[in-house]
């Protein structure tokens, strides 16, 4: 079965220390998200890309990267971990499915990625 | 500025009733609205999906409404279940091409036996 994975699904890291946190889908969707949850603000954007070599900057984008060199990888970077960025990170894919290839919008989540930076 | 907002109470209701989830929206126009079920710890999973020319939307015991007028949509669980406690998310989409959804923070619904 197609499912879209994360890691690590827990990591603690120190203040200034770059992270990525790795995203992995095997539905061949085109288009991938990250999001941020914390509490009061729910599901934040944070970067998102239509394909390959495409990113493009959501709502929260300060202090994180993305690259997309190929379908099924978003990783997301986060260049100097700060203590604002603790949260619990979302990865999402959406693209075409079924036997006509319909696009839904459906949104498939990760399982998150929670973060804690000292 | 845009928002999007659901009821940050928790809705607790007795089982076998019809739990109503309320999502309000300010200076979108979307084209889309999606509902998401979210348990402790997991990512949000799909429910609904309906298009700003839909007035409603059915699945099983799941419906939601969709009022560009009162830029608001409902959520509804008939017969709700212990089972169905869980976060539920609204989301939005302004484009027309289920490029980026914007979510709510989400209704803590529990259903007490």
């Known amino acids: 079965d197609a499912e879209i994975t994360q890691s690590p699904r827990h990591k603690i890291t120190e203040t200034g220390r770059q992270v990525t946190l790795a995203c992995h889908q095997t539905w061949n969707h085109n288009n991938m998200f990250w999001y941020r949850q914390d509490l009061g603000h729910g599901l934040r954007l944070i970067h998102y890309s239509y394909g390959v070599q495409d990113t493009n900057k959501g709502e929260v984008s300060d202090g994180y990267s993305v690259s997309r060199s190929n379908t099924e990888d978003l990783p997301l970077t986060l260049e100097s971990a700060a203590s604002s960025q603790t949260s619990v990170y979302f990865c999402a894919s959406s693209g075409r499915s079924g036997l006509d290839l319909v696009y839904t919008g459906e949104l498939f989540f990760g399982e998150g990625s929670r973060l804690t930076v000292l | 500025s845009q928002k999007i907002e659901q009821n940050s109470e928790a809705l607790n209701i007795q089982e076998g009733k019809t739990a109503t989830l309320t999502c309000n929206y300010t200076?979108?126009?979307?084209?889309?609205l999606q509902w998401y079920r979210q348990d402790p710890g997991r990512g949000p999973v799909f429910l609904l999906l309906i298009r700003e020319n839909e007035k409603e939307k059915r699945k099983e015991r799941l419906k939601v409404t969709f009022d560009t007028t009162l830029k608001q949509s409902l959520f509804h669980i008939t017969a709700s279940q212990p089972a169905d406690s869980a976060t539920y998310l609204c989301a939005l989409d302004p484009s027309y091409n289920f490029n980026k959804f914007y979510f709510g923070s989400g209704t803590k619904l529990n259903v007490k036996p």
């Open positions: 200076n979108y126009s979307p084209a889309y």
